[in-house]
């Protein structure tokens, strides 16, 4: 079957569609680029620098899109109109349709909005011991209870995944601790369910090319430690992962099934996103970052800062009466001549600005060409420039910017009905000519408004960034507001990173890193931001620079048969379960994130009642605050300080009145298990007390009462799964986990 191709939305540029477009601003640029490409095919030159990012798509190809319900809409008429519905919460659902219909279907009734085409990219020995994870381990200063995530659901959307690695078995390597990987692939969201043990081992991973995935699952729940120091911090969780294409619709469906397995087996979950995106809102009204709201009412989830905290991709003003205007460059930053991706600019409220895209000639400091200004909404509709194969009928045509560069770019503006606030997208797809071959010619973004007005304007992050290119008149980005778009979210942990080492030994006996790097010291690639509401984020730091954790057996194979990896080049191998396993550092919020889930997953084995309201500000309530952090001359970066897995354990057991969790000695409260539907119940002191078991719902669902210290508790007609057991007496109140099995 004849195959096209779609870049990812960083990529693209968009369909003129017509009236007050329902589809997002990504969605639309989707929609141009399978245009342009089903009629001539991929650019040779975007294959050779971002073919990571491409997806393929038949011509029959479904795409998925979450939507926002119209009043009184439902399932039903969602269905009637087409779409298949793979997750509904509340007022909004991710659906599938075919791409040559998204069009006809936004223009329906029954939807608000359609969101797709966004693409999210991926953004501990030292570690353990630096957060006091090792202290939670061992139960030092918690009366000799030990916390490991036993009884919670650890889970993840990411790439590159090897879930029969040896770290994500139980400690002695002997049985897997893999309840579910789901496989996600492609812009219509096909989902491979593996849910046996026999299936799992069948998995080899879903991507090759990556380790990503793994890296990160293993700080969050690595639990192999025979010879071995490099493992993780929810050792004993019950995991279950999702993998595939990161797409938003197939990451928020990722979470979905996350969710719903640990509700259907009546555990607390903890998830982690270690993805993310640097446009968009960032107030949290985006459709991504709402459904992943309402699923943090099941479970909480943690997203990274991101890693552009080094990197001008932003451009924040607020207009005086005597500075109304911010410009400023987009200048590449991944590859000479080649200026692709997106910029997206914000108002505060519905008051519009007017934005100018302008190429600019740097030999004569004057503008070349000037796009029409876009000063009001146009109702979500694009107007491009283009030439070449790029051109689409209606776009634009001009001699100067056709000496500039070959390709397309555009704007389209409207008020965003989910948040109020005027948006402008501008897409870009160009590649220099000959005759800018010395990058005489950028491009340009001037932005005009009025006294009190503040605009916010984002670069993605990935192909360019903001520059004056030192002319006068012109403004520099700023990395205030790196932050990944995707943590901006009312019901999310966003987690920066700080360095726990700056060298890491590897299997050839030396060590390697970066003696600038400060131990203890903030990563310099922590994004962080100031939102137009107010809010500062990350909420908390957390280890994120060299971070030893496992890695992909297929990818470390597919890297040492082409010769570009050898064994030596990694930190530590195991040969286990017939198999090499292997341990290698990597860097990012993407390895601080996963840190402060696993530590979340502790929490939650103590108190599996908590909320992400209630985790979130024990975390950031009970955070370290050294040297570094209070001497910092940017404490946004740094959020509350640094994660402090043993007091933050103990502000969870002073608030939920736990005891103990695990049924060993030394607490007066001890509850044994009498088979596989009872347990023994003893306080010990006491001449009577009533003990309730509750579900994660908070409902009674057994109960026993005793006039000594002793009682036995039937659970037989008790599903299996992890429930919260409270005992009252006249000496006090006490409360454990209990595993049904």
């Known amino acids: 079957m004849r195959k096209f191709y779609i870049g990812a939305m960083l990529m693209c540029g968009c369909l003129l569609l017509n009236g007050q477009s329902k589809i997002d601003f990504k969605g639309q640029c989707v929609l141009r680029q399978y245009e342009i490409q089903k009629r001539n095919g991929i650019d ?3 294959s050779d620098f971002g073919k990571t990012m491409l997806r393929s798509v038949d011509e029959n190809e479904r795409v998925t899109a979450i939507v926002r319900l119209s009043d009184g809409a439902s399932l039903p008429s969602l269905e009637e109109n087409g779409a298949e519905v793979l997750d509904m919460r509340d007022d909004m659902a991710i659906v599938s349709l075919p791409i ?18 966004g693409q999210l990219v991926p953004k501990l020995d030292k570690a353990r011991t630096a957060s006091y994870v090792s202290r939670v381990h061992s139960g030092f200063g918690l009366g000799g209870n030990e916390y490991d995530g036993t009884g919670v659901v650890t889970g993840l959307m990411d790439s590159g995944l090897d879930p029969n690695h040896i770290a994500f078995y139980n400690t002695e390597g002997t049985e897997s601790r893999v309840s579910r990987v789901w496989k996600i692939s492609g812009y219509n969201s096909r989902v491979t369910t593996y849910d046996s043990p026999s299936e799992i081992a069948s998995f080899t991973t ?21 010879d071995n120091q490099y493992y993780g911090v929810a050792t004993n969780s019950d995991i279950a992962i999702a993998c595939g294409d990161l797409s938003e619709t197939n990451v928020t469906l990722g979470v979905s099934n996350i969710v719903d397995y640990a509700k259907s087996v009546n555990k607390p979950a903890v998830v982690n996103l270690s993805l993310g995106t640097n446009t968009g809102a960032h107030d949290g009204s985006d459709a991504m970052s709402q459904y992943l709201d309402k699923l943090a009412e099941d479970a909480v989830i943690c ?36 200026v692709v991706g997106n910029v997206d600019i914000w108002s505060a409220d519905s008051s519009p600005v007017s934005v100018t895209i302008v190429v600019y000639d740097t030999q004569s400091n004057s503008i070349l060409y000037s796009m029409p200004t876009v000063s009001a909404s146009t109702e979500g509709k694009f107007t491009y420039v283009s030439n070449g194969s790029q051109v689409s009928s209606s776009d634009l045509k001009s001699a100067e910017f056709n000496k500039a560069f070959e390709g397309y770019m555009g704007c389209a503006s409207k008020v965003d009905a989910a948040n109020n606030r005027y948006n ?45 290119k030192d002319v006068s008149g012109w403004d520099a980005g700023t990395t205030d507001g790196t932050i990944n778009g995707l943590a901006c979210g009312q019901n999310i942990i966003a987690v920066g990173s700080y360095n726990t080492r700056n060298y890491f030994p590897h299997l050839d006996g030396n060590s390697y890193g970066n003696n600038s790097v400060t131990v203890g010291g903030i990563s310099s690639f922590s994004s962080y931001g100031t939102l137009p509401d107010g809010r500062q984020l990350p909420h908390i730091t957390a280890p994120g620079m060299f971070i030893v954790s496992a890695v992909s057996t297929p990818y470390v194979n597919r890297y040492m048969l082409n010769g570009s990896l050898s064994e030596t080049d990694l930190v530590a191998k195991a040969e286990a379960n017939d198999r090499n396993n292997y341990w290698d550092s990597m860097q990012g919020t993407s390895m601080a994130s996963p840190y402060v889930a696993g530590t979340v997953a502790l929490w939650l084995q103590a108190d599996p009642t908590l909320t992400v309201a209630e985790v979130r500000e024990i975390a950031m309530e009970t955070a370290l605050q050294d040297s570094y952090v209070k001497n910092s001359t940017n404490k946004v970066q740094w959020g509350a300080g640094k994660i402090n897995a043993l007091d933050g354990m103990k ?24 088979s596989d539907t009872s347990f023994q119940v003893y306080v010990a002191g006491t001449s009577g007390f009533n003990a309730t078991l509750y579900n994660m719902s908070g409902q009674p669902v057994a109960s026993v009462s005793s006039s000594g210290d002793t009682a036995e508790l039937d659970t037989s007609d008790v599903s ?21 099995k």
Request: charged share 20%; proline share 1%; hydrophobic share 35%.
């Open 303 to 338: 997203i990274s800062a991101g890693n552009e905290g080094d990197m001008p991709i932003v451009m924040t003003k607020k207009f005086t009466a005597t500075d109304k205007q911010v410009k400023s460059f987009i200048v590449e930053n991944y590859s000479a001549g080649t």
């Open 206 to 226: 879903e991507n090759a090319s990556y380790t990503h995935g793994t890296h990160v699952a293993g700080i969050m729940a690595g639990a192999y430690k025979t």
């Open 44 to 46: 040779s030159r975007m």
């Open 651 to 674: 502000k969870v057991i002073s608030l939920s009145g736990v005891e103990t969790v695990e049924q060993n000695g030394g607490s007066r409260f001890i509850v044994t298990p009498v």
């Open 424 to 468: 402008v997208y501008f897409n870009y797809y160009l590649y220099a000519t000959t005759g800018n071959s010395s990058g005489r010619y950028v491009v340009g973004v001037i932005v005009d408004g009025n006294e009190g007005q503040r605009v916010d304007a984002y670069c993605d992050g990935l192909y360019t960034e903001f520059s004056s």
């Open 720 to 740: 299996k799964g992890v429930y919260l057991l409270n005992a009252v007496c006249a000496e006090g109140n006490y409360s454990t986990r209990v595993l049904v």
């Open 100 to 117: 040559d219909q998204v069009e006809a279907f936004s223009k329906t009734d029954v939807i608000k909005s359609l969101s797709f085409g």
